[in-house]
């Protein structure tokens, strides 16, 4: 009889506890990273861009990691840590990708955090699914760890001639941390109310990859991986290559 009265307690606060997650006061942000070369929409295979080196170039591939997605107060101290925070950012089919995280609690937040590549403490285990599965093609195996960024095409030396375009980086040091402040005159802060939708869109100019703080030649780096050049390529997308053009 005292059994059969604890089972029915837990059913009780069993149902309890679903009926509050049906209707809790959340919030849903949905991130969109719109990919653009300069002023142009990228276009794989089809587009030719020119670097600020003067070299033309098209593109096949543009992959990336996006992981440890965080909202901050930093007046209040509130944070919200998206937990097990790994997306895989692809425009094989469109030049939008959209992240959306769901059930989030109700705030008001001045400050977005979000990383390029993946953490030392999970890069090296390569035994994962979902974004960091292996047969995605971004990971080299478990002692190298994951690609933090993908992105392929040609170098046209010439009209006559091309060489192959590759740059994979990867590696703890170039793993980095990109953290916007918010509030400010054009860039609000992130409003979580209950039941709505927040959409950040963030920029990502790809030719950004190639110009500044570190100047990219073709003729002298064609391919990049295994290589000291990488750090230089993960400062670029550390810098200029992401931008937050709106929030509503």
Not at 102 to 115: D, S, V
Not at 130 to 144: F, I, Q
Request: aromatic share 10%.
């Amino acid at each position: 009889m005292k059994n059969l009265a604890v089972y029915l307690a837990c059913i009780l606060i069993l149902s309890a506890c679903k009926e509050d997650e049906q209707t809790a006061d959340d919030a849903t942000l949905k991130l969109s990273f719109s990919h653009v070369v300069g002023e142009e929409p990228l276009q794989l295979n089809t587009a030719r861009y020119v670097n600020a080196a003067g070299e033309a170039y098209s593109l096949s591939k543009v992959r990336y990691y996006i992981s440890n997605i965080r909202l901050r107060n930093t007046t209040t101290g509130e944070v919200y840590i998206e937990p097990e925070s790994y997306h895989l950012v692809g425009t094989e089919s469109s030049d939008v990708f959209e992240i959306s995280l769901e059930k989030l609690p109700i705030g008001t937040y001045n400050q977005l955090e979000f990383a390029i590549g993946v953490d030392n403490s999970t890069n090296t285990s390569t035994d994962r699914v979902g974004a960091l599965d292996p047969s995605n093609d971004m990971a080299w195996n478990w002692n190298t760890g994951y690609k933090f960024l993908s992105v392929e095409g040609t170098y046209f030396v010439t009209e006559e001639e091309s060489e192959g375009l590759i740059y994979h980086i990867g590696g703890d040091p170039n793993y980095r941390k990109l953290t916007y402040t918010l509030g400010q005159e054009n860039l609000p802060e992130v409003v979580l109310s209950a039941g709505n939708e927040t959409q950040v869109s963030v920029r990502v100019d790809v030719a950004e990859l190639f110009d500044a703080p570190n100047l990219v030649s073709f003729q002298e780096h064609a391919v990049v991986m295994f290589d000291p050049f990488s750090e230089k390529v993960a400062d670029n997308y550390a810098s200029g290559m992401f931008t937050i053009d709106r929030i509503k």
